[in-house]
Nanobody, 125 residues
């Protein structure tokens, strides 16, 4: 069982940057992990994923503005988002699956086993 806890969500101005954290209770080197986001009017969508060995992949909707990375010594996953816009406003979730690698087209909620509670990001113009 892997427990995940996100933090770092905040209310920020458009154009700013934010780094979200996801602390894992277990070893993250053996798990593929991802970041998803959801608003009340949209389904949960995956935006970034990183393999057990640290290979990042990004959805086209955020590519170039987002960076996903891990700190293995802290068992923590991070997501940095630059050039924030109001369209980035959402609840952000980290997720993990006990598989070391997934292809980008598998970045869907049903392909991940473990979820955090989410952290809210609100971007104002």
């Amino acid at each position: 069982q892997l427990q995940l806890m996100e933090s770092g969500g905040a209310s920020v101005q458009a154009g700013g940057s934010l780094t979200l954290s996801c602390k894992a209770s277990g070893i993250i080197a053996t798990s593929c992990m991802g970041w998803f986001r959801q608003t009340p009017s949209k389904e949960r969508e995956g935006i970034a994923m990183i393999s057990g060995s640290g290979i990042p992949q990004y959805d086209d909707s955020v590519k170039g503005r987002v960076s996903i990375y891990k700190d293995y010594t802290k068992n923590t996953l991070y997501l940095r988002i630059d050039s924030l816009t109001p369209e980035d406003t959402a609840m952000y979730y980290c997720a993990a699956v006990r598989i070391k690698f997934r292809f980008l087209d598998q970045l869907r909620p049903g392909n991940f086993e473990y979820w955090g509670q989410g952290t809210q990001v609100t971007v104002s113009s």
